[in-house]
């Protein structure tokens, strides 16, 4: 079919009222000096070029209505460009919102993966070369920017290990850093009595675990030491903490500190995190304090309820031999001490 690049076109062909920015940018041909640009794109390894015109684009113009993707109507989402090799990957610009976010329709989730909190963010992105295009970059003070951003790293944080996702966490991983700073950005759950009081704790929690994924350990372990959440100072996650420090940073000691900064504190030491404590404790040579750590869980457990203390034994067990075997250690000693 014959595309119109026009607002009165769009409107009639996607069901919807163009905003003003988007009329704007189609009037003017504003996309013109862009094409064959390229762009920085959520799970590609490099920039690839994009095209605004042609017979590929025209393509999505005739599957108006359709399910799958979703255009006009109440959604509002309208083909922008195609990318350079992809038959079924194409970027999309939401025409009815005033600021007119971009996307990227992938086949792969059936769902749009926003890419460009503004068209204008979006278009400034963009290269002559592969070195020249960049990360669309992000609203200053904007809220909805950083619950945006960590939802997006939870998505990709629980796909299938691959190297696109590899590439798509280095890739949220720098929206994450540019908006966990400290600032004047709002919500209703937020931080207290720290410098990034002002900062959500979902943004802050998905930065470490983007930094763990990428093996950023001390980075992750950073993150997750100075920031605060259920009242406990300085820690977002104790569980992750300690995972951290016994198992890829060699801080034993850090370890320790903290539980024993938690004990007798409102904050329940939860078995993974004793876990940890013990083997803390194990490996600076306090084999019967680790033992004691570990019993003394297993004393809450009444001893009637025979299956539950055989399964934390056994949970128990499991985890020193683990972590034994990966360092190098004999676990004997202390395995001989924990028993249901």
């Known amino acids: 079919m014959t595309i119109r690049l026009e607002p009165t076109f769009i409107a009639e062909r996607f069901n919807l009222e163009p905003s003003n920015r988007y009329s704007k940018f ?38 108006a209505g359709s399910s799958e993707p979703e255009f006009g109507g109440t959604a509002g989402w ?73 939802n997006e790293a939870e998505d990709i944080l629980d796909r299938p290990n691959s190297a696109k996702k590899t590439k798509a966490i280095e890739k949220i991983v720098l929206k994450l850093e540019a908006l966990t700073v400290p600032g004047p950005l709002m919500s209703e759950k937020r931080l207290v009595n720290t410098e990034w009081a002002t900062v959500p704790t979902q943004a802050l929690r998905m930065k470490g675990e983007c930094y763990k994924a990428l093996g950023r350990y001390a980075e992750a372990a950073a993150v997750f030491e100075g920031s605060i959440i259920d009242g406990v100072a300085t820690v977002i996650s104790n569980d992750e903490l300690c995972e951290l420090w016994i198992d890829h940073l060699n801080a034993p000691q850090k370890v320790i500190a903290l539980c024993q900064s938690l004990e007798g504190s409102h904050v329940k030491l939860l078995a993974g995190r004793r876990f940890n404590w013990g083997l803390a404790l194990f490996v600076t040579g306090q084999l019967d304090e680790a033992a004691r750590i570990f019993n003394e869980r297993l004393a809450l457990i009444p001893s009637t309820e025979t299956e539950r203390r055989v399964q934390y034994v056994k949970g128990a067990h499991d985890h020193i031999k683990e972590y034994c075997n990966a360092k190098g250690l004999d676990p004997v000693p202390l395995l001989q001490k924990i028993s249901a």
């Open 26 to 63: 189609l009037s003017t041909q504003e996309w013109k000096p862009f094409q064959r640009f390229f762009a920085e794109l959520p799970t590609y390894e490099s920039a690839l070029r994009i095209s605004f015109e042609g017979e590929a684009l025209a393509r999505y113009f005739e599957e």
């Open 78 to 150: 309208v083909p922008l460009a195609t990318i350079e090799g992809e038959a079924a990957t194409f970027l999309a610009v939401k025409a009815t919102d005033p600021e007119c976010p971009v996307a990227m329709w992938e086949p792969d989730t059936e769902q749009y993966t926003p890419w460009a909190e503004t068209l204008d963010l979006f278009l400034a992105s963009l290269g002559k070369t592969k070195r020249a295009a960049k990360v669309p970059a992000l609203k200053a003070g904007d809220i909805g920017a950083v619950n945006q951003a960590a």
